[in-house]
């Protein structure tokens, strides 16, 4: 019995208020989430101390439905 499980993701990397859009959250719940370490492994590291945040959405939904389905065996189609 096999099943074909595809997941659909907007883009592979997202700015925090792209993410909290996404996800449902705010934007503030996202930078504190940044801040606490939670999503400190999904993040790119700026070039400049100024630059802009970004998250590797790709990789952070990955993990979330592997974790979520206890495997995996499933695609990943980024784009809409």
């Known amino acids: 019995m ?3 499980i595809s997941i659909r993701v907007p883009k592979e990397m997202a700015t925090p208020a ?6 449902g ?6 930078y ?4 606490h370490g ?6 790119v590291k700026k070039e400049k ?8 959405y790709l990789m952070y939904k990955t993990d979330q439905v592997r974790e979520s389905l206890g ?6 189609i980024v784009g809409q």
């Open 32 to 35: 504190q989430k940044i801040n």
């Open 71 to 76: 495997h995996s065996n499933f695609r990943v």
């Open 49 to 56: 101390n100024k630059g802009r945040v970004s998250l590797r």
């Open 18 to 23: 792209e993410f909290a859009e996404w996800e």
């Open 25 to 30: 959250i705010s934007r503030g719940s996202v």
């Open 2 to 4: 096999s099943t074909d």
């Open 38 to 43: 939670k999503l400190a492994k999904y993040m």
